[in-house]
């Protein structure tokens, strides 16, 4: 049996909602919608002052929700139910950007409820996206792509709010919250949608990581087979910023825990762990080479899923290609050749001598079962070159103390 080590997270990707409802789709006022039901208001005042008193409270929500703190969030969720009951005044079936921004109300509002994390709050979450998804159901997506666009991003929060809760029942209902954003992706006017493979790639990365957390009726194989699509959209994705960078990083970890879940109960003979371990090995590289891109112009957000990669990498060269593992270590942490700032990580440097030490102890377990034979000589080159990377490496970090 293959044993790994793998560390299971859940990837949030949030799209907050930041435009004023009291807009017209392209970005300016939009006078003609508010002429044609001024004639007609509703109780309470006219159309244009309940949208204004609507975006002030909306306006202040985000802001809070932007703060982030756990009562700048509770203070959001009351701007955000002013804001909604101010909206439900409005005639929604008068013109669709009414029920468009009242939808921003309700996911606004999952949004701040989801950061909160409590069982109660993921609950009120979800009725919130459920909320959204009722208003959102009469517009008509195919007249405009940001209808389209909202749609998918209330089905991929309600996904999240939901994987949240981290139950099998959650986790089955997340995994169908994913499909129908990817699907609604995919319809009509989709590809009008700015950033339309940034949107599918994240629900159809936050789908194989409700799959690899354990949803029913799922599989690793479904779940690396859902990685490597979000994976192989992401890389050809033509804005390259850095949220989809996280979804490039990030999808790639989670392919790793897919594969480490089919690796568990085969033996390193079997002819399909090859492919397998080649595959996440590849995966690895490629993410700590964007990682260390953005490391190296200063870019540090993406740290912990280095970590991560790393910490996998480590293991997976170890056992499968251990010939590779010096050659492995050094591209990641030798100034010469990385970011210097993965040098001075302690998370980083220790995984990077947990896998010189087992090492060391497999060769020696190895090698003394065979002794003087080519096999050993081998064994023998690899301990050397693991040697030196200790030696590298305690220079290094003494480097990174003296700087210090």
């Given at each position: 049996m293959?044993?790994?080590?793998?560390?299971?997270?859940?990837?949030?990707?949030?799209?907050?909602?930041?435009?004023?409802?009291?807009?017209?789709?392209?970005?300016?006022?939009?006078?003609?919608?508010?002429?044609?039901?001024?004639?007609?208001?509703?109780?309470?005042?006219?159309?244009?002052?309940?949208?204004?008193e609507?975006?002030?409270?909306?306006?202040?929500?985000?802001?809070?929700?932007?703060?982030?703190?756990?009562?700048?969030?509770?203070?959001?969720?009351?701007d955000?139910?002013?804001?909604?009951?101010?909206?439900?005044?409005?005639?929604l079936?008068?013109?669709?950007i009414?029920?468009?921004?009242?939808?921003?109300?309700?996911?606004?509002?999952?949004?701040?409820?989801?950061?909160?994390?409590?069982?109660?709050?993921?609950?009120?979450?979800?009725?919130?996206?459920?909320?959204?998804?009722?208003?959102?159901?009469?517009?008509?997506?195919?007249?405009?792509?940001?209808?389209?666009r909202?749609?998918?991003?209330?089905?991929?929060?309600?996904?999240?709010?939901?994987?949240?809760?981290?139950?099998?029942?959650?986790?089955?209902?997340?995994?169908?919250?994913?499909?129908?954003?990817?699907?609604?992706?995919?319809?009509?006017?989709?590809?009008?949608?700015?950033?339309?493979?940034?949107?599918?790639?994240?629900?159809?990365?936050?789908?194989?990581?409700?799959?690899?957390?354990?949803?029913?009726?799922?599989?690793?194989?479904?779940?690396?087979?859902?990685?490597?699509?979000?994976?192989?959209?992401?890389?050809?994705?033509?804005?390259?910023?850095?949220?989809?960078?996280?979804?490039?990083?990030?999808?790639?970890?989670?392919?790793?825990?897919?594969?480490?879940?089919?690796?568990?109960?085969?033996?390193?003979?079997?002819?399909?762990?090859?492919?397998?371990?080649?595959?996440?090995?590849?995966?690895?590289?490629?993410?700590?080479?964007?990682?260390?891109?953005?490391?190296?112009?200063?870019?540090?957000?993406?740290?912990?899923?280095?970590?991560?990669?790393?910490?996998?990498?480590?293991?997976?060269?170890?056992?499968?290609?251990?010939?590779?593992?010096?050659?492995?270590?050094?591209?990641?942490?030798?100034?010469?050749?990385?970011?210097?700032?993965?040098?001075?990580?302690?998370?980083?440097?220790?995984?990077?001598?947990?896998?010189?030490?087992?090492?060391?102890?497999q060769?020696?377990?190895?090698?003394a079962?065979?002794?003087h034979?080519?096999?050993?000589?081998?064994?023998?080159?690899?301990?050397r070159?693991?040697?030196?990377?200790?030696?590298?490496l305690?220079?290094?970090?003494?480097?990174?103390?003296?700087?210090?």
């Amino acid at each position: 049996m293959v044993k790994m080590c793998s560390t299971y997270q859940t990837f949030v990707l949030y799209t907050e909602l930041m435009a004023n409802p009291a807009e017209g789709v392209d970005g300016r006022t939009d006078k003609r919608i508010m002429n044609d039901v001024a004639t007609n208001p509703p109780d309470g005042g006219s159309v244009e002052a309940i949208n204004h008193e609507a975006s002030v409270w909306m306006k202040r929500g985000i802001a809070r929700l932007e703060a982030g703190a756990p009562a700048e969030l509770q203070e959001a969720i009351g701007d955000f139910d002013q804001a909604i009951a101010l909206r439900c005044k409005l005639p929604l079936d008068a013109n669709p950007i009414f029920r468009y921004g009242l939808a921003a109300g309700w996911m606004n509002r999952g949004d701040a409820l989801t950061r909160l994390g409590s069982a109660e709050n993921l609950a009120d979450a979800v009725r919130s996206y459920d909320a959204a998804l009722e208003t959102l159901r009469d517009l008509p997506v195919e007249a405009n792509p940001l209808f389209r666009r909202r749609l998918a991003i209330a089905w991929s929060n309600r996904g999240l709010s939901l994987q949240a809760q981290n139950t099998a029942a959650a986790l089955l209902e997340a995994g169908r919250s994913f499909e129908t954003a990817s699907a609604v992706l995919h319809g009509g006017n989709a590809a009008e949608i700015v950033d339309r493979d940034y949107l599918l790639a994240a629900a159809q990365m936050n789908h194989a990581n409700a799959l690899v957390r354990g949803a029913p009726g799922g599989s690793p194989a479904q779940a690396r087979v859902m990685a490597q699509q979000a994976v192989a959209l992401a890389d050809q994705a033509q804005l390259q910023d850095l949220a989809m960078t996280e979804v490039r990083l990030k999808a790639r970890y989670i392919l790793c825990q897919a594969i480490a879940q089919l690796l568990a109960p085969l033996t390193t003979t079997d002819p399909i762990s090859d492919d397998l371990f080649a595959e996440a090995s590849d995966a690895v590289d490629n993410g700590l080479a964007l990682a260390r891109s953005w490391e190296q112009q200063g870019v540090t957000q993406f740290r912990s899923v280095a970590q991560d990669l790393f910490h996998f990498g480590a293991r997976i060269y170890q056992m499968s290609q251990p010939h590779f593992l010096s050659e492995f270590l050094l591209e990641n942490l030798d100034p010469a050749r990385s970011s210097s700032s993965f040098v001075g990580d302690p998370q980083i440097h220790a995984a990077a001598l947990e896998s010189i030490w087992r090492s060391f102890r497999q060769i020696q377990n190895t090698g003394a079962q065979s002794p003087h034979t080519p096999p050993y000589d081998e064994l023998l080159k690899q301990l050397r070159d693991l040697r030196l990377v200790e030696d590298r490496l305690a220079e290094l970090q003494q480097t990174c103390r003296v700087q210090d």
